[in-house]
């Protein structure tokens, strides 16, 4: 095994590490806190912060990538196979190697083509052939498949259920004193957590927060056990499982929205911040870019710059040592292109905000003490815009996992190699025609991404009712 | 008004420049045309000769900024800056890939895209403000939680997905219109009704929550107070008073993206077979036909800049306080 650190993969935990350094800076600072705690009330916040953190953490096992060593060796040396897998790809290998000859309709055992087959008498027959794994356990699918699938999905759910139940109560026996510090009852956790267990079950947002972990603990379970011995959401023209290929789907949709975010934020940061404070050329100067930036329509602007990093890839293609490298570089170029056209409207905002802050009295105050501009922009503009920040970074999030989709139809999106939502529906809308239709790869599609966009909207909104200043709240009457 | 006119008009000749001289680095520095030859023919096997006439056929065969070989002005117009980029300022787009004038094809098809856009933009202006409205007026009820509820679900569904649902349910299933096509006139109709309704049901989701907010935060403000302490009907209050403050948020919104229907929708022209400007965007992007796609960021950016100067004049005509100076 040799490990494999793509460039989206470092950029991703590099996120993740600036993630838990602020998480772990603003616990120790109570007035960074409030408006946390008020988004930890928040049922509906909670509810989708714990959707997505399911998502995330599919992507981030999808982030970890290795290349296996090939038995045979040459000169010495050990010969590594040019597949890149992820952790993801090891534990979903039945998934994905269990692959199908072409579509298959959902939890069914035949093909969705019909074939020419030798029957025993061997007379030959067009007739729809049996999966080579999905239900193929099973001795006559007509009679048998029905009352199998419920019998399963059953078993998997109780399971389930149970494996949710012990992960609740590991995760609370392991951390009873955190709650206090998350908007819930602090007096309940004086002595062990039973009782604080059973005071907790009386607020609304922990009682919401577990009802709906409970459920997806039973309905993964269900979805898991089916998954062993058939397709959950069939095949697609290749025979590809599209659960395994959905699942996949996550982490492209995740670097894409938060990637981007990360390369931009320097450059809107710096540039809005410096525009509005320093005034003068330097703001006529970043204005003019960010002007010519937002004058060209975005998506012209991204496919002007795919096509031309698309010629720039094909070029150089002995940079890559892999095709995965190569795709994963395509994706992070996009991420940057799609950085380039975004930071504008971020920019103007912090621009704005600047604008009004450096006629406030503290900052006026700061200056009349001497303090250098530079220290001024650090230690009293960038903490007092942050809330700007983080609600467009929030909110952009939806906006770019959807946007993957459309550029990807257009051409000027991922990797055609890269599974992503967005190539996933391309290659699933040509068979809108077929009769009967092959509607689950699409469906699937589209059902991920409308979970995954719900809850980043969802929770993106209670972050933005938290932290915006100009909603009034009298703090403390909750 | 006039001289202000002029001005802005002024300030917005550096700004294209700043533009052309972006796509010009794009499409000329970051690949040479030689690259851009080689992708086009095919990677490995291709002749220096085939690279030169494929270059030749295109004018790209000329220094990039400066011409030393020719005499006088030549020096500057005979390269590809001056023939290539320099000429879009007066609408010169030059030719496409397949031999077609650019300029002329955009204006054939102006028509079919702005026979899409425009009604979708009117009729969702209305239909999104009048949801707003609704919403405000019932705000703080049932109805208003789940028309919020409504519009977040809405938007998160992906613009893809109305197409492709739409056409499925619309056209296969219930037969009602052709799938694709485009015919103008009359006969037109049947065509572009479907991506009309599709364009205006893509919107509301995230169109009406925002008209919402804009509505919500004029609500809170003395001067509706003071209306309805004098006794008018909270529905006047909302139609004559809410409405008309909150005009200046909602055109700085909306006019500037009014030029802009020129250029059509990308994915509503090309799933619908429209032969507008989107689809031909589509096309040119798919066929890596550079001088297409170079000659629609160009457009657009003109007609995003007349768009923010339309804005500035429509303050005027909202707001009396509002002078262009």
Known sequence: ?478 | MIAYLIRRILYAIPILIGVNLLTFALFFVVNTPDDMARMQLGIKRVTPDAIEKWKQQRGYDKPLLLNSAASGAGKITDTIFWRKSASMFVFDFGYSDDGRNISREIQTRMMPSLAIALPTFLIGLVVYVSFALLLTLFRGTALDIAGVALCVLLMSVSGLFYIIGGQFVVSKLWHLVPISGYDGGMGGFKFVALPILIGVAGGVGSSSRWYRTIFLEEIGKDYVRTARAKGLSELRVLFRHVLKNAMIPILTGVVVVIPLLFMGSLLTESFFGIPGLGSYTIDAINAQDFGVVRAMVFLGSVLYIVGLILTDVSYTMVDPRVRLQ
């Open chain 1, 1 to 478: 095994m040799m490990p494999v650190i793509l460039w989206t993969d470092a950029l991703v935990f590099l996120l993740i590490a600036v993630g838990f350094a602020s998480a772990w800076y603003i616990r120790q600072r109570p007035h960074l806190m409030l408006p946390w705690q008020r988004v930890a009330r928040s049922s509906v916040g909670m509810v989708s912060l714990l959707v997505l953190s399911l998502f995330l953490l599919v992507g981030l096992l999808d982030s970890l990538h290795s290349r296996a060593a090939l038995p045979e060796k040459s000169n010495g040396q050990t010969v590594y196979s040019p597949e890149v897998l992820s952790v993801f790809d090891t534990l979903a290998k039945g998934l994905r190697s269990r692959t199908e000859k072409t579509y298959s309709a959902p939890l069914a055992a035949y093909l969705y083509a019909k074939e020419s087959m030798e029957a025993p008498d061997s007379k030959v027959a067009r007739d729809y052939p049996r999966l080579k794994y999905g239900g193929a356990h099973l001795a006559d699918p007509q009679r048998d498949l029905a009352g199998d699938v419920v019998r399963r999905a059953l078993l998997g759910a109780a399971g389930g259920l149970l494996a949710g139940v012990f992960l609740i109560t590991v995760v609370l026996a392991s951390f009873p004193r955190r709650r206090e510090s998350s908007g819930f009852e602090p007096k309940a956790f004086s002595n062990g957590w039973i009782p604080a267990f059973a005071g907790m079950t009386g607020n609304k947002t922990f009682r919401a927060v577990l009802i709906t972990a409970l459920l997806l603990a039973t309905l993964i379970g269900a979805i898991a056990n089916l998954a062993t011995v058939y397709h959950v959401i069939g095949t697609d023209k290749v025979g590809q499982d599209v659960l395994y290929l959905s699942l996949k789907s996550i982490r492209t949709g995740l670097v894409i929205g938060t990637v981007t975010t990360l390369v931009m934020l320097p450059f809107a940061l710096l540039l809005g911040v410096a525009a509005g404070y320093l005034r003068g050329w330097v703001d006529d100067v970043i204005q003019y870019v960010y002007t010519v930036l937002s004058s060209i329509p975005s998506v012209l602007l991204i496919a002007a710059a795919v096509l031309m990093m698309q010629v720039v890839i094909e070029m150089h293609a002995d940079w890559f040592e892999t095709s995965a490298a190569r795709a994963d570089v395509r994706l992070l170029c996009l991420c940057l292109i799609l950085g380039v056209t975004s930071w504008t409207g971020l920019c103007r905002l912090l621009r704005g905000e600047t604008l009004k802050l450096r006629e406030m009295e503290y900052i006026q105050a700061a200056q009349a003490f001497g303090v250098s501009s530079l220290r001024i922009l650090t230690r009293h503009v960038m903490p007092n815009v942050m809330h700007i920040v983080l609600i467009s970074v929030v909110m952009d999030f939806s906006a770019l996992v959807l946007s993957e989709a459309v550029l990807s139809y257009v051409g000027v999106g991922v990797d055609p190699t890269t599974i992503s939502f967005g190539t996933m529906i391309n290659a699933a809308r040509m068979e809108m025609g077929r009769d009967p239709m092959v509607w689950w790869a699409l469906a699937a599609a589209f059902g991920f991404m409308l979970v995954l966009v719900l809850a980043a909207n969802l929770f993106a909104d209670a972050v933005r009712d938290a932290f915006d200043p100009r909603l009034n709240r009298t703090e403390g009457v909750t």
